[in-house]
């Protein structure tokens, strides 16, 4: 649990204002709230204040450069950055909270009225709004070329899903998922090979594979098909 750097009361998780005391608290970017300033401005602009962002340097195994608004202290990461962020600051988890993970995951702003999309800082096209981990509850802008930004509040909420073993809990699925999947492709293997000579996949004149699309009679190759629905399911 974050604490107000002023008045040391508990913040609220989604939040960078203090219920307290009214201050507006940084987010803790490496377990303590010191940072380097690096350029007064940036060329890229916040998404939701339109002024220069600033980069700052978190020197977090060297030099770590990402930007930050001053107005509503948004930060944007280049592509990995944040992964690499949340690994490097979280560690030593070994254990799944659900109930705490639960809070994190509905945890939503007062002020959040539905969903609104925003533009890149860098090249001004429309972000995608994804779930964070797919589990983690945190809805960030990503746009994939560029990188992934958060509001006020929610780096604070991503170290608290890790903390919380969100990290753990991801992995163990998408295993889960690995698993059920090669099990399927076994399955269907076993089946094709009890076919009869020169019958059709599931008989017939049209056969379909299990995501429903279309399979040739020459072509029993399911493992290349299952091998895709596991890569879109984890990506």
Same mark, same amino acid.
């Given at each position: ?7 040391s ?53 060297? *030099?770590? %450069?990402? @930007? ?6 948004? =930060?944007f990461?280049?592509?990995? #950055?944040? !992964? ?15 109930s ?55 780096? *604070?909420? %991503?170290? @608290? ?6 990290? =753990?809990?991801?992995?163990?699925? #998408?295993? !889960? ?59």
């Amino acid at each position: 649990m974050a604490h107000c750097t002023y008045c040391s009361a508990p913040l609220p998780m989604d939040s960078i204002r203090c219920d307290y005391c009214g201050s507006r608290n940084d987010t803790d970017l490496k377990g303590v709230h010191y940072f380097t300033t690096h350029e007064l401005e940036s060329e890229r602009i916040c998404p939701r204040c339109g002024i220069s962002l600033r980069s700052i340097d978190l020197k977090l195994n060297g *030099r770590f %450069l990402v @930007e930050r608004c001053d107005e509503c202290l948004g =930060l944007f990461f280049d592509p990995n #950055e944040l !992964e690499v962020l949340l690994e490097e600051t979280v560690t030593n988890v070994f254990t799944i909270n659900k109930s705490q993970l639960e809070a994190v995951r509905t945890m939503r702003k007062a002020s959040e009225s539905g969903a609104v999309y925003i533009k890149c800082p860098v090249c001004a096209t429309i972000m995608n709004r994804v779930n964070f981990g797919t589990n983690s509850g945190v809805i960030i802008d990503r746009c994939k070329e560029h990188g992934v930004w958060l509001d006020g509040g929610e780096l *604070r909420q %991503l170290f @608290e899903w890790m903390k919380a073993g969100g990290k =753990l809990l991801q992995k163990q699925r #998408e295993e !889960e998922l690995r698993k059920n999947a090669l099990r399927e492709l076994e399955r269907e293997k076993r089946k094709q090979l009890s076919q009869p000579a020169g019958g059709g996949y599931y008989g017939g004149d049209s056969d379909f594979d299990l995501f429903g699309g279309a399979l040739k009679r020459s072509d029993p190759d399911l493992f290349a098909i299952i091998s895709k629905a596991i890569g879109s399911i984890l990506r």
